[in-house]
């Protein structure tokens, strides 16, 4: 496996992990009473993350490019997989990392208050005290939250059921895309264009219905109208969705290339 791979295999887990653990922050928001904080200190994990996404771009396209060169554009189909399973790989960690992140996060937004300054909370986030307030905070999932799985109860079945939908699109786009043009090369830049419009319909979906519900929920929590637990039980079902929407990515691969290199040919 080239180089370029496995640094996009660490990127992608990168930005998967990131995109995961960002349900935890209205979680930490919540058990703070300082969502605004919240959101303002998770931008330092969501540069890293764009950061990631910048560099990961033109690293794939250099495989790409040279594998065509080579005639075996079919053989970057194990490649693709191995990404998708990164994605899957990194969800299934950020799910049990989810109860650290929040203690460790709702202490970086106490910090955040004390320092108000992002360069200060980072300097604190290295200093001793620091790294002695991380090591208490290494917390395992509880297993009442993970049995909580069983009981679909108070669920908003609709929610995650389209958030899992959202994100396998969202994660399936841009491998698809790419895939499509590496089985027709001569149109390969009009298939990596269209996968703009496949995350635009993941992103519809998001911005539509999925984070105004979980908005809403979040106001239902602080005006004490929905109980921590339900929020927490639907925090847990929709990140328990992201797993299986990386699983579904798999299947979709390889139909929504040929649906994609078929419009590509019809435009």
């Known amino acids: 496996m080239p180089n370029q791979v496995i640094i996009v295999l660490i990127l992608t887990f990168v930005i998967y992990l ?19 904080i919240a959101f303002a200190v998770f931008n330092i994990f969501a540069l890293i993350s764009r950061t990631a996404n910048s ?14 060169k080579m005639g075996n554009p079919e053989n970057l189909l194990y490649i693709f ?9 990194a969800t299934i960690t950020g799910a049990f990392l989810m109860p650290t992140f929040i203690k460790v996060f709702g202490k970086a937004v106490e910090a955040f208050s004390i ?4 360069p ?8 001793k005290s620091g790294i002695e307030q991380f090591k208490s905070s290494v917390t395992k999932p509880k297993r009442e939250n993970i049995a909580q799985l069983k009981s679909l109860t108070m669920i908003p079945k609709k929610i995650v059921l389209l958030n899992t939908i959202a994100f396998a699109i969202s994660t399936v786009g841009v491998l698809a895309s790419l895939y499509a043009g590496c089985l027709n090369p001569d149109l390969r830049t ?30 239902d929590v602080i005006r004490g109208e929905c109980t921590e637990l339900q ?3 639907c925090i847990i079902f929709i990140v328990g969705g992201l797993i299986v929407g990386t699983v579904l990515a798999q299947i979709l691969l390889v139909p929504s290339a040929k ?3 078929f419009i590509a040919k019809l435009i």
């Open 115 to 118: 320092h108000r300054s992002i």
């Open 231 to 233: 929020f927490h039980r």
């Open 259 to 261: 649906v994609i290199s």
């Open 81 to 89: 997989r191995w990404i998708i399973f990164s994605t899957t790989v």
């Open 18 to 36: 990131i995109s995961s653990l960002a349900y935890s922050v209205r979680i930490v928001g919540v058990k703070t009473g300082r969502i605004a």
């Open 190 to 219: 009009t298939c990596s264009t269209l996968s703009a419009v496949v995350n635009g319909f993941s992103t519809i979906l998001m911005f539509i219905f999925i984070d105004p519900y979980i908005s809403m929920l979040t106001d």
């Open 55 to 68: 560099i990961q771009a033109p690293l794939m396209a250099k495989t790409i490019e040279n594998t065509i």
């Open 120 to 127: 200060r909370l980072v300097l604190h986030a290295f200093s």
